[in-house]
């Protein structure tokens, strides 16, 4: 069949000159070909101008792809919707970290290898003492996470793939107790050790609700709906977290560290923070009647509010992982017995009058990651200062996975971003006297 051959290159003029200069376009095994710049303020002496890398490749990756016009997320090829069903949170964290699901002997001594680093060294346990008891748990994470470079001296050499495996099982096998201990500490209760006879997402409902005075026992079906959720959240490519880890690597910061800034990046209420505004935002609503007055006024630009878990830099169709989200809520709801949830009617509705709204359609605006995970959470009985925490728990698969493949890519570099300069031109240093 005679297709077409794709360009294999792209050539910039400069206007009212002869200057030019032919770039190599780079086709992935998916997605579209990227036009590699690397010689181009060497060629023609300009840079190219993104701010906020709408369509900008920082790197080249092999864990994640998205195609945000189909709404397709795939992990090592695997889609999202098979693995989320299929799958448990440890074997995708398996699959990101090497590349292939586990096999049977795999999956036991990765699971294995994970759940024997779930402690925390008891020094840890008193830096939590220094933080206030109404502290945001992502406070808290933030700096105990960050804590942990004080701790693993043994480990910390980044060249070294042995320490570079231990560190990443750390960090997946830690952040769960790290979490869960800032939310016991805010309501005053006991930590809760981790048990390694419960599975990872079980073994976290564990420690956020069992207090020592008596046994508790987790319900299966809520341990696999965490599960669910903490595969939905393991990794995005290129987000502004991951991307965010990924820089502060480049520096050969080690990786407790990195996963520190990711923890900071995911905190704002652009990205992991839209969570808990969701339902912030929902509580501030109210009610079906007060859906429509609420997008007026998001549609006012005067008024600065934006509907909270709607839109994505990337899906400008429906978030595949929103879709199994609000079918996952449905059923954690029937089997906690709530029927009518009116957090969750008032969702149902508000995102049926959205998708129908020109404003949001024009704008390829749907629901992301963000806007039923919230509601599940609630009804699972976490927190909402949690919310971010836990999608931080989920994260830190990805981002060390993401870390790993830029510490193993022998052309990786010191990331260093140049700008466009717009401030004042060279002039001379005014003395106090003369200055107006
Ligand atoms: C996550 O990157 C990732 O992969 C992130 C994530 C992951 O797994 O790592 O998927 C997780 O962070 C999901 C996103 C969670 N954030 C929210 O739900 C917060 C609400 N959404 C937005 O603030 C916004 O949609 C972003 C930040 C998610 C994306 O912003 P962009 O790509 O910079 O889009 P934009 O701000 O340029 O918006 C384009 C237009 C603008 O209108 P105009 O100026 O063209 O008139 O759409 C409007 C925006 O005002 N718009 C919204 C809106 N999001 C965009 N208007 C109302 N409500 C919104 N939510």
Redesign the pocket.
Known sequence: MDSEAPPKSVTLTLDGTNKSITLPLIQGTMGPPVADIRKLYAGLDIFTFDP?Y?GTAACESKITYIDGDAGVLLHRGYPIEQLAMQSTFLEVAHLLLNGELPNAAQKVEFDDGVMRHTMLHEQIRSIYQGFRRDAHPMAVMCGVVGALSAFYHDSLDINNPEHRRISAFRLIAKVPTIAAWAYKYTIGQPFMYPRNDLGYAENFLYMMNAVPAEPYHVNPVLARAMDRIMIL?AD??Q????ATVRLSGSTGANPFACIAAGIASLWG????G?NE??LKMLAEIGTVENVKPFLDQ?KD?DSHS?????????YKNF?PRAKILQATCHEVLAELGIKNDPMLELAVELEKIALHDEYFIK?K?YP???FYSGIILKAMGIPTSMFTALFAVS?TVGWISQWKEMMEDPSQRIGRPRQIYTGATTRDYVGIDARG
Request: proline letters at 3%; zero cysteines.
């Open positions: 906020g709408g959240h995005h490519e987000n502004a977290s991951t209420p652009a990205h992991g839209a505004a969701v998001v630009k934006r509907l909270m878990g709607f839109g994505h830099r990337v978030d704008r605006l992301n990651v963000d994260r």
